[in-house]
């Protein structure tokens, strides 16, 4: 894919990178995998001057479905990651950045199982965490308005897992994880500028 698209930028009218003002919308891609085109979350940039922008990840997954008369399950899983982008080293249609983002995820689940008992929070499990990440990547601007990267991060991941009730029945939950390392979106970013 990024051998296409530098080949491609090589026959393309000459391309301005983004500029204060300029905004960008991606989705992800696969070329070569059964699905080829993913939107599994709002990826959202707002440049600021050539060389910096305020960037937003965002996702919101809810699921409610009716199991039987007077059961009902529901899933909730929320996702918001501000941050900020530093673009070090431009060339022609090349951009290379780095930066920081701020994570914030909450998920909660609510099995009705008849009129009068409810579980909460156990399948899956409820939790609240708060995500610090570093990250650095690069933008392919192939098209006038059309560009592909990759991004890579290292990150502190916190997880506070929430009470559950289970027949009726409170059950605290002492748990907390701490996750320490690398990650790497497995997708091209392919992203529209407007």
Do not use: K
């Amino acid at each position: 894919m990024l051998a296409i698209c530098i080949a491609g930028a090589q026959f393309s009218y000459a391309q301005e990178l983004p500029d204060a003002g300029d905004r960008t919308f991606e989705v992800t891609v696969a070329p070569f995998d059964g699905s080829p085109v993913s939107f599994g979350e709002f990826r959202l940039r707002s440049f600021q001057s050539t060389d910096s922008a305020f960037r937003l990840r965002a996702d919101v997954d809810y699921e409610s479905r009716r199991t039987g008369e007077n059961q009902r399950r529901s899933r909730l899983m929320l996702e918001v990651a501000p941050g900020i982008e530093w673009h070090a080293f431009q060339y022609d249609r090349l951009s290379v950045y780095y930066g920081a983002e701020l994570g914030l995820r909450y998920r909660t689940s609510r099995d009705q199982i008849s009129a009068d008992i409810t579980n909460r929070n156990n399948n899956p499990a409820g939790f609240f965490g708060v995500d610090l990440n570093a990250l650095a990547g690069l933008d392919l601007h192939f098209l006038q308005r059309l560009y592909t990267g990759v991004e890579v991060g290292y990150g502190i991941r916190f997880t506070n897992y929430l009470d559950q009730e289970i027949n009726d029945q409170d059950v605290e939950v002492n748990r907390r994880d701490l996750d320490i390392g690398t990650f790497a979106q497995p997708r091209f970013r392919l992203g529209f500028r407007f």
